[in-house]
């Protein structure tokens, strides 16, 4: 699977953001997908993930409630709606898949996933 994220900007605190995660390969729908973000000087942290059916979302909790992870199997693309954004929400944004089961909850974590796509920038200024 080859992914690509897009979609990331510079916006305003309080502004909003939707990026995109576009994949290759006909097995997409096989795979729940995250996404994952970095800011400057720190670990790479889980945001969101939606369970390869879409059934299931989970979020970090800096992000519940402002953001929402959708993904649509027949466009192989994953979404995330970023709301109401802070300056702390600052990072490159990274989407990833997991070919694992949800209930492992492997997705949370960044070693257990197994394909990751290039990053997009998103700032968000004070």
């Known amino acids: 699977v080859q992914l690509q994220a897009s979609g990331g900007g510079l916006v305003q605190a309080g502004g909003s953001l939707r990026l995109s995660c576009a994949a290759s390969g006909r097995t997409f729908s096989r795979y729940a997908m995250g996404w994952f973000r970095q800011a400057p000087g720190k670990e790479r942290e889980f945001v969101a993930a939606v369970s390869w059916s879409g059934s299931y979302t989970d979020y970090a909790d800096s992000v519940k409630g402002r953001f929402t992870i959708s993904r649509d199997n027949a466009k192989n693309t994953v979404y995330l709606q970023m709301n109401k954004l802070k300056p702390e929400d600052t990072a490159v944004y990274y989407c990833?898949?997991?070919?694992?089961?949800?209930?492992?909850?492997?997705?949370?974590?960044?070693?257990?996933?197994?394909?990751w796509g290039k990053g997009t920038q998103v700032t968000v200024s004070s």
């Open positions: 990833a898949a997991d070919q694992g089961s949800w209930y492992s909850g492997g997705y949370r974590r960044a070693g257990s996933m197994d394909y």
